[in-house]
Each structure stands twice: as structure tokens, then as C-alpha cells.
């Protein structure tokens, strides 16, 4: 006799509220998690998952959420895209490891080949492939400092930039990031950011520039200084779009130096804020891009490309790792790569840009609360605030992504001071989804 097994039914592009969220399931597993997993290690929504595909997430109770974080910018081709996990099932069946280092394939190759591609300039580029986003930042400033000679390293305010050592001291937030933690690589040095809505008024991109450069110059020579490293936009501290002309003249400044400028691209990177890279908006061309998050349909991928005279200033052996690269990851990435060119997602961010300020552009004149609305391409925020004031409320943040979630849509929230209502949906997001999505993201807010 034959088990007749009934294939699992497709997940569909709609929202379905089946129990309170979190239900039974969740809360059990949650009980189970308490008593195994670090306490440290916290979720946004105690909703475990059984599937998820393009812009929604089945839990374990069968409800289906609509998602607005992509992991964290991670799934912009769309959860478990069939081409990504066609992809890597036949790289698993061809091989899982070799590690790199020591026997090579064509696929972290053709993963370099199409990064040097799609990364601004059209300069000789060489690049290494690592695990993760910090990964990546890390092995920037080994390269940079390699290359340079020198030790020093500029961050901005507001930056975030991962939680290994040297990266938590590029990091400016210190809970939850870096309290206790300490101490922290030295050579790092902080420099102001541009922050259209809390620096003075009138201030332009350029003069915030020349804000930074000042410290700079004062505080550490820029002889010393290695890198320059900065978010096009700001990410984990709140999606802020620097005042046009800060990244030039910062850029400028930096190729005068002689600092190597590091883009951290890692969240804005791969089409989501309406163009393949952020640097591309105002036309700077990095010297070294770091890359993860959304390159690899949600493998775990990091990547530094740039200048080939700085990557190949490295001597042998100096930079790697034994997972980096690693095969599975590349062929998602590679499936990936195709995805964002063949359906043009850096379009369809724009798109999901105008949809979302056709909506919620107006709540900064309608919702006291709503300090500003900002952001690009499908990485959009709401700075929220007490009115009338620019003090920041995290608690209404809390409380709006809070509702949300309660209604079936996944928010995120950043910034410095906790804030920020984040939009980051698959780029492949349904319109119609999208919309239901925000109506229950504006009577959230709405009822403030
Ligand atoms: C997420 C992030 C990182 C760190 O990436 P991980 O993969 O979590 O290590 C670094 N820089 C930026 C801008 C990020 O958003």
C-alpha cells in the first residue's frame, strides 16, 4: 500500500487571522525557547515560523502575516524565491563545502564576477566573499589599513555597522549594542552625521559635511585616517537620508586625503532604496562597498568589493575564512542577482516608494506625533515624536508596531532612540497586499 501524502497547499499573497497573535503554538514554543535560548538573543514578534513566501509568513498557528521587514532587508526577491531555492537545492546535491580557501569552484567566481558588475564605478574591481554584514565591514578596514598603512578609522553618529569587537566600536548606539561589552577596538573615531530633521535649520548637506571634516581634521589629522565608512543612509539609526551634498563633499574630501571611502551598503544595498546601490543617488562612487543582507535571498552572504589596487595590496592568506563564500550561499546569490536584473526590483522599490508616500506622506501635516516621513525607494520611516516637541517617542513606535502586529503585519522599528516605524517589504510585494498593509499601519498610527 502507498502513503498518499497531500502535497503542502501554495502559500498565498493574503493576510489570514486565525488565533490572538501570538497563538497557542507560538506561546508554547516560546516557553520551550526560554528554557534553551540565550536570553540575549531577542525577537521583535514571539511568532514562530512554519513558512513564508514573497511578502507573507505563516506561523505555527496558520495564521499568515504580512511582512514589512524582509528580515531585516534581507529577503528583497521574496521569501524562499523558487528560483533562489532551486538554486541551492542543486548546488546541495552537487556540494555543500569545499571551503575556498582550499579547493575552489566557479560559483564564488561568478559571484565576484557579477558583484564588480553591478557596484558603482566601472574602475578594476576585485572582491572577497565573507558570512555576514559585520564580516564585511571588518574585512573593509583590514583592506583599508593594509592598503593605507594607516590606523585610523571615521564613523558617523547614528551608525550602525554590526556587533563583532571592532564593529561594535564603529557602532554609535551603546544599548542594546555594546553595554557591558567593552573594551572596544581602538583607532575608531566618531564623527557628526547629517540629520536633516534635528540639525539646525537650514543646515546643508555640504556644511554638515564640513561639520564632520572639522572633527576629523582636529581630533585624529586626516593623515591617520584609513577609512571613512558610512551608510548612504543611515539603518539601524533611523533611516536617515543625509542632506543632498554631504556624501560628495565627504567623498571629495576623503580622495584628497587619501582615505579609502567605505560604503556600508549592507542594508540599502541590492535595489531597495530604487536604485542597485544608495551611492548611486548623488553619484559618489566608493572606493570599497560592503555588502550582505540582501544579496543572497536570504543565505548567509557578506562581501567586500572595490578597488583591485586595494584588495590586492592584501597579502596572500590575509583575508578568508572556512565558511566564506560558501557554495550554497553563492548559488542563491547568483540566483538573486538575476532576479533583481531580470524583474528590475530596483524599479518595483520605486514604485513601492510612491504607493507608500501616496499614503502616509501626508501623516506629518495630519498626526502631531509624526515628526517626518522619510527614507527611499522601499526603505521608508516615520520619526515619531511628542507633539509639538523633537523628543523622541519610543513608547507610541512601540505601541504602533505593536497593533500591527496584532492585526496580521509585521513593522520594525529603529533609530538612535528606539522611534522609528521602518518599512522594508520583499521589493516583490503585491500592491494590493502593500495597501492592506498600510491602511492597518495608518489607523495605527492614526489612533495616536
Ligand atoms: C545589518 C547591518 C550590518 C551587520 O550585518 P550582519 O549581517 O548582521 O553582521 C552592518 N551594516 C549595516 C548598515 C547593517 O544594516
Known sequence: MTAVVAAPSPLEQRRVLRTPIPGPRSVALGARRSAAVAAGVSS????????????????????????????????????????????????AADFTHTCFMISPYEEYVAVCEGLARITPGTHDKRSVLVNSGAEAVENAVKIARRATGRPAVLVLDHAYHGRTNLTMAMTARA???????????????????????????????????????????????????????????????????????????????????????VADEV???????????????????????????????????????GRAELLDAVHAGGLGGTFGGNPLACAAALASLEIYERDDLAGAARAIEAAVLGRLGALADEVPAVAQVRGRGAMLALELVLPGTLEPDRAAAQRVAAACAQQGVLVLTCGTWGNVLRLLPPLVIGHNLLDEGLTVLEDAIRSL
Open 175 to 261: 544599548m542594546p549594542y555594546k553595554t557591558g561589552f567593552g573594551p572596544f577596538a581602538g583607532e575608531v573615531y566618531r564623527v557628526p552625521a547629517s540629520y536633516p530633521l534635528r540639525d539646525p535649520a537650514g543646515m546643508t548637506g555640504e556644511q554638515a559635511a564640513l561639520r564632520a571634516i572639522d572633527v576629523a581634521e582636529r581630533q585624529v589629522g586626516a593623515d591617520q585616517v584609513a577609512a571613512l565608512v558610512l551608510e548612504p543612509i543611515l539603518g539601524e539609526g533611523g533611516f536617515v537620508v543625509p542632506a543632498p551634498g554631504f556624501l560628495p563633499t565627504l567623498a571629495a574630501w576623503a580622495a584628497d586625503r587619501g582615505i579609502v571611502l
Open 44 to 91: 521583535t514578534l514571539p511568532v514562530y515560523v512554519q513558512r513564508a513566501a514573497g511578502a507573507v509568513i505563516e506561523d505555527v498557528d496558520g495564521n499568515v502575516l504580512i511582512d514589512l521587514g524582509s528580515g531585516i532587508a534581507v529577503t528583497s526577491v521574496g521569501a524562499s524565491a523558487p528560483e533562489v531555492t532551486a538554486a541551492v537545492a542543486a548546488q
Open 267 to 305: 542594508q540599502t544595498g541590492f535595489a531597495r532604496t530604487g536604485d542597485m546601490f544608495a551611492m548611486h543617488h548623488e553619484g559618489v562612487v566608493p572606493d570599497l562597498v560592503a555588502l550582505a543582507k540582501g544579496i543572497a535571498g536570504g543565505l548567509p552572504l557578506g562581501a567586500v568589493t
